[in-house]
């Protein structure tokens, strides 16, 4: 059976939409540009779906392995902490296990984006369009 | 006199080093890029310098104008409302003032990265990573 990848794309969420929007345009720019992975979202606040949910809408893809990836800026307490504990990730392999389609599939767990010189980039277009 | 603009990187700060780094990260890269602006970096919560100390550290500078930019991934209630009451901007405009060197000097308030193709794309790289 060959592999089929599935991506959570991990959101903080927020009160306002644009942290959902701007997570689920990334999956879904992902989503075109990746055609054979599946590609779902989840969220750790104030909106859904939660990573939970996200986690089993795999249910049905056949997915052999699921990589969650924070769509964060940097690290922090809610990746180093929270979002471990919630996939039930093992701290000394930083892996876990989910259930779909009745087997259990590999979680792997990715890091948040970092610095990157197009952050950069982007930051100063941000300035740039005020000045 | 000709204008010399500021760019105040504001991150959300973080228990953790690592938000801290991103965003100085940021900031140090668009300085050696741009070296006719002047790059200060102020944080919201956990880590310092505070916004208000950011702003603070342009005197001296001989800034004419300063460009306030969120680095978020996505507005929020911190990018709507905290930041905009900590630069005492004017609701009718998202503009402010800020005293420079014994003069009221403008404040300019730019929006956070929003949705990007290369963001999807570190994504997936980050993905990829572990899989």
């Known amino acids: ?17 644009y942290n ?3 997570v689920t345009e990334i999956a879904d ?7 054979e ?3 779902k979202t989840g969220f750790m606040e104030n909106c ?12 049905g893809t056949g997915v052999t392995k699921i990589a969650a990836v924070p769509v964060f800026l940097a690290s922090g307490v809610h990746i180093t ?12 392999t930083n892996e876990g ?18 610095h990157h010189e197009l952050l950069a980039d982007l930051v100063f277009d941000r300035a740039s369009e005020v000045l």
């Open 37 to 39: 992975y599946i590609i």
């Open 81 to 92: 902490e929270d979002i471990p504990e919630i996939l039930k990730l093992d701290p000394e």
């Open 29 to 35: 720019t992902i989503a075109k540009k990746h055609p």
């Open 48 to 59: 859904g779906p939660s990573v939970e949910e996200g986690l089993a809408s795999f249910e």
């Open 97 to 114: 296990k989910f259930a779909v389609d009745g087997k259990e599939v590999p979680v792997v767990y990715g890091k948040p984006l970092g």
């Open 20 to 22: 959902k929007e701007v």
């Open 1 to 17: 059976m060959s592999e089929k990848i599935g991506i959570l794309a991990i959101g903080h969420g927020s009160r306002l939409p």
